[in-house]
């Protein structure tokens, strides 16, 4: 029997605000357990949240991007339930009045797992959102042998809800809808989102049920993925688990469920609370939030996106849609592109150092782009020294391997290691006449009909000009002298 899969998405964010969302203690990673901590966010008596207004416009912004509406009122509510992890035992947090809703999330080819970017069941699809909501992280729970830590550093921190509409089919899609979506919120400068960091999560609600089925299977919500790959995975295991218990017969139930990376399984933690055993209601220490005060500062911080940006690399760069793809899926190398093809006539052969050449040095070297030794405008320098034929492209591997390792300019490393081009005919003929005359047999050959042998030749004539020859002068010149 063939099985339907459908999956949503619940994205938590953590916004990139100097302080939390309800108080003052500062947003920092790394900092030693319970050290930005105050009476607000520890949930202490008589202490009063003050709304992060950078936070609120954060979200708006994030909307924005994503094409939602954006509500005219929004209020905060508080979700009451017993979790170590809360100080309060209720979280502040949106219900009915969320500042965004509807709005959709693009997928593109580079977005999806190198081995499913040749076999997209739907291009250009666009997954649908819910709502964006905004609310408070909570404290972050350490494991040992026989007790739990809590760190309150975290809790309070300001975090955004995204929510899809359960339409996406497959792992691969779900992992292409993580990728694209963490890409707009860097682009944005919402949030640095990275996972390692906790600063991006995913839960994901997923069911199987036949292809005869109209209605949905049973929602099982795999908590708390913290990695892009992990989530493709979950969901991989998930899917065949869920399968394999309808075709035994085994009716499923809604649950909540973890993912044990070492194992490469889910298991189960507990079953799925629904909205009404959270018993929200609106917090009573907060105004609702008018958005109109929010919307020109947001409109006026909107980023050239992603999908713009490629489209504008391809018109203006001349560069192919899978090039402009790779520039611009990380920000910080389309920047670094965009600032050495400024104003450069070659553009297309600086992608191409940058897309091969850099790209790989960086990798060797455990670097990232923006440690990169060479400046972006020496790329023009290098490009226009092979262009103009004073030096060979052989040449000028050799030159940006220097570049590299010493960050000097391609033009400095010809003149101190002494390798231009060698382009005067003269001094070329003069070594074609000492290999023709040192070499019978393969000038006897190439008159023969041999044209093989004229590398040998050509490669003579490169050793005693220890490899500054224009070759390809070389070779019309040897094969002028031997007609």
Same mark, same amino acid.
């Given at each position: ?10 994205? =938590? ?15 920092? #990673? ?29 979200? $708006? ?46 997928? =593109? ?20 959102? $819910?709502?964006? =909501? ?33 339409? !996406?089919?497959? +792992?691969?899609?779900?992992?292409? #809808? ?22 991006? %999560? ?14 949905? @299977? ?12 992990? $989530?493709?995975?979950?969901?991989? #295991?998930? !899917? ?21 990376? @070492? ?6 933690? %507990?079953?799925?609370?629904?909205? =009404?055993?959270?018993?929200? #209601? ?5 105004? +609702? ?16 996106? +992603? ?88 040449? @000028? ?9 010493? @960050? ?31 070499? +019978? ?38 094969? %002028?002298?031997?007609?």
């Amino acid at each position: 029997m063939r099985y339907i899969t459908t999956i949503g998405l619940e994205v =938590h964010v953590q916004l990139k605000t100097r302080s939390k969302m309800f108080c003052a203690c500062p947003v920092e #990673f790394g900092a030693a357990p319970n050290t930005y901590t105050c009476p607000t966010c520890l949930g202490l008596p008589g202490a009063l949240p003050v709304m992060n207004h950078e936070a609120l416009r954060m979200t $708006v912004l994030t909307g924005l991007m994503l094409d939602c509406d954006i509500a005219e009122i929004c209020k905060f509510d508080r979700k009451n339930y017993f979790y170590p992890d809360m100080p309060k035992n209720y979280q502040i947090s949106q219900y009915d009045l969320p500042l965004c809703t509807n709005g959709r999330v693009p997928l =593109h080819d580079l977005a999806y797992p190198k081995d499913a970017q040749k076999s997209i069941a739907t291009p250009d699809k666009e997954v649908r959102l $819910v709502r964006i =909501h905004l609310e408070e992280d909570v404290a972050k729970s350490f494991h040992f042998e026989t007790s739990t830590g809590i760190d309150f550093n975290r809790a309070g921190t300001p975090l955004m809800e995204i929510v899809t509409q359960p339409e !996406i089919a497959s +792992p691969e899609e779900a992992f292409a #809808f993580v990728t694209s979506l963490k890409q707009i919120l860097i682009y944005g400068g919402v949030s640095d989102a990275d996972m390692e960091k906790g600063q991006l %999560r995913c839960d994901c609600n997923v069911s199987v049920r036949p292809e005869t089925q109209a209605e949905l @299977g049973a929602k099982i919500e795999i908590k708390n993925m913290n990695s892009i790959s992990g $989530v493709r995975r979950a969901l991989a #295991f998930e !899917i065949q688990r869920q399968i394999a218990a309808l075709e035994r017969g085994q009716k499923l139930e809604q649950e909540t469920r973890g993912w044990d990376d @070492g194992a490469s399984a889910t298991f189960l933690m %507990r079953t799925k609370e629904s909205a =009404h055993d959270y018993r929200y #209601f609106p917090d009573p220490d907060l105004v +609702p939030v008018k958005s109109d005060v929010l919307l020109p500062d947001a409109r006026a911080r909107l980023p050239e996106l +992603p999908k713009q940006k490629r489209a504008r690399f391809i018109r203006d760069y001349e560069v192919t849609p899978y090039d402009a793809g790779v520039l611009a899926d990380d920000l910080d190398l389309a920047k670094y592109f965009e600032t050495a093809a400024h104003g450069s006539k070659k553009l297309k052969a600086i992608a191409n150092w940058i897309l091969n050449d850099l790209q790989s040095a960086l990798t060797t070297a455990g670097k990232t782009i923006t440690d990169c030794p060479i400046p972006p405008a020496a790329f023009d320098e290098l490009v226009r020294l092979i262009d103009s034929g004073k030096i060979s492209g052989k040449q @000028g591997k050799e030159v940006f391997a220097a570049m590299f390792a010493s @960050g000097k300019g391609a033009g400095t490393i010809v003149k101190e290691k002494g390798i231009e081009q060698l382009n005067d005919s003269g001094a070329i003929e003069a070594l074609a006449d000492q290999v023709i005359a040192a070499n +019978p047999k393969p000038v006897a050959d190439f008159k023969a009909g041999n044209a093989a042998s004229l590398n040998f030749l050509k490669g003579q004539v490169m050793k005693l000009s220890k490899g500054k020859a224009n070759p390809q002068l070389a070779g019309e010149i040897l094969e %002028r002298k031997l007609k």
